[in-house]
């Protein structure tokens, strides 16, 4: 009897457990992060908890969150959204971008599908930069101290960009503290997350990397951007390749060189930037005014040209990209003056006080010889230096304080005279 009884409870037992199991998947709440909008595409290891993490600083996991050029969920810029081929050279979506119904702004916004795709596909670019430029090395160092793993390294470079992770790893800071401290917040923030069997093996669609011949880009304002140069470029429909498919040889850029077409242009004249690279395909440049408006622009030739409309100094950033990577070149900065009308009546008149005598000779004299010794003049007074170039060759030199002495020469003798008699004939 008490054997039946046993065998009773336990069935009842038994079935009190399933129950209580039942209930329990039917009740407790859903705690995925949803981090992938892919259909059975559950990823083998922890790659949807560092979204989620990483979602939820950059956005709030807001796939339609927008802020300034960085949009959806994990605020992708053009810059990125070009890496992995949903934008082109010229800022246009893709055919790659299409087939998740990607056309605009607005339907990158509305698709989850194609942002999950975009993040992904950007951070297995990333890691492929990481190995390819020596940053996976620091993996379990401390980096300004805080322990660097590998999916710490993936977020703080999707926030620093590999290239400004490697100068916060080697130099301390990529320059700008703000973005330090953030990358840096992210590394701790987003460490330790087990997600190289994703980034490693899961293949992800890319186009073909853009062989683009144009060598000149002009733009006719640095609010708005218009490309007067056409090119060609080959690219092929999206395939099948991988990340790691991409040839092992290619390295970053190794220098970036930037030369202004002058360090001191006027206002509302063109002002051209060459830039120079050893194997850059492509460039970011950053502008930013005096007032600290930025501007920015993607650049496939080696050539830009730009009006300047503000008056000051501009810091003038450019990053060289191609598939292996990115450099740096050190920020120039340009000195934007308005162009001062010379007329008759302050030609020669280099201290602007309203007369032409000997002491504007001196100054010119004085501002020649500081140039040849590569030192700058000293001067207490105002000196205008297009007055003081009187024959307007662009030069100052002996042979405009000549011209300054011989006018006020015969001014001084009572003699009625004027430029047009001292300056040549053209």
Same mark, same amino acid.
């Given at each position: 009897m008490r054997i039946i009884q046993k065998n009773t409870y336990t069935k009842l037992g038994a079935f009190i457990t399933a129950a209580m199991l039942l209930f329990g998947v039917m009740f407790t709440p859903d705690t995925s992060t949803g981090a992938s909008a892919y259909e059975n595409s559950d990823y083998a290891d922890q790659y949807d908890e560092f979204l989620y993490v990483l979602g939820e600083s950059e956005s709030g996991n807001n796939y339609s /969150?927008?802020?300034?050029?960085?949009?959806?969920?994990?605020?992708?810029?053009?810059?990125?959204?070009?890496?992995?081929?949903?934008?082109?050279?010229?800022?246009?979506? !893709?055919?790659?971008?299409?087939?998740?119904g990607i056309t605009s702004r607005e339907t990158f916004l509305e698709s989850e599908e194609g942002q999950d795709y975009a993040v992904l596909a950007?951070?297995?670019?990333?890691?492929?930069?990481?190995?390819?430029?020596?940053?996976?090395?620091?993996?379990?160092?401390?980096?300004?101290?805080?322990? +660097?793993?590998?999916?710490? +390294?993936?977020?703080?470079?999707?926030?620093?960009g590999v290239? $400004?992770?490697?100068?916060?790893?080697?130099?301390? !800071?990529?320059?700008?503290? $703000?973005?330090?401290?953030?990358?840096?917040?992210?590394?701790?923030?987003?460490?330790?997350?087990?997600?190289?069997?994703?980034?490693?093996?899961t293949p992800v669609q890319t186009t073909a990397l853009t062989t683009v011949t144009t060598t000149t880009t002009t733009w006719t304002e640095t609010t708005t951007v218009q490309t007067t140069?056409?090119? !060609?470029s080959t690219q092929t429909t999206a395939s099948e390749t991988t990340i790691s498919s991409l040839t092992t040889e290619l390295k970053p850029p190794s220098y970036i060189n930037v030369i202004p077409s002058s360090d001191t242009p006027y206002a509302g004249e063109m002002f051209n930037l060459y830039i120079e690279s050893d194997n850059a395909e492509s460039y970011h440049i950053l502008i930013t005014a005096p007032d600290g408006t930025e501007t920015e622009y993607l650049l496939s030739g080696s050539v830009i040209g730009m009006v300047l409309s503000m008056t000051g100094v501009y810091k003038i950033s450019v990053t060289g990209y191609n598939a292996a990577g990115e450099s740096y070149a050190e920020p120039i900065y340009v000195a934007v003056s308005r162009k001062i009308i010379v007329n008759e009546e302050n030609i020669g008149?280099?201290?602007?006080?309203?007369?032409?005598?000997?002491?504007?000779?001196?100054?010119?004299?004085?501002?020649?010889?500081?140039?040849?010794?590569?030192?700058?003049?000293?001067?207490d007074g105002k000196f205008v230096k297009d007055y003081a170039d009187a024959n307007g060759d662009g030069e100052l030199d002996i042979y405009d304080a000549s011209?300054?002495?011989?006018?006020?020469?015969?001014?001084?003798?009572?003699?009625?005279?004027?430029?047009?008699?001292?300056?040549? /004939?053209?």
């Open positions: /969150a927008v802020s300034g050029q960085y949009l959806g969920r994990w605020q992708i810029g053009s810059l990125g959204l070009q890496e992995i081929g949903f934008l082109d050279a010229s800022g246009n979506w !893709t055919d790659l971008a299409a087939s998740f950007s951070h297995k670019r990333i890691l492929y930069y990481a190995e390819n430029m020596g940053i996976t090395s620091y993996i379990d160092t401390e980096v300004s101290g805080v322990k +660097m793993t590998l999916s710490g +390294m993936i977020a703080s470079a999707h926030s620093l290239g $400004g992770l490697k100068k916060l790893i080697t130099n301390g !800071t990529s320059g700008n503290a $703000g973005n330090d401290a953030t990358a840096l917040k992210y590394m701790n923030l987003c460490g330790g997350y087990d997600i190289e069997q994703t980034l490693q093996n140069t056409s090119f !060609t008149d280099a201290n602007d006080d309203g007369v032409v005598d000997i002491t504007d000779a001196g100054i010119i004299l004085q501002y020649y010889s500081c140039s040849a010794a590569g030192v700058p003049m000293k001067t011209l300054v002495l011989s006018y006020y020469s015969k001014k001084a003798a009572g003699l009625e005279v004027s430029w047009k008699d001292i300056l040549p /004939a053209a």
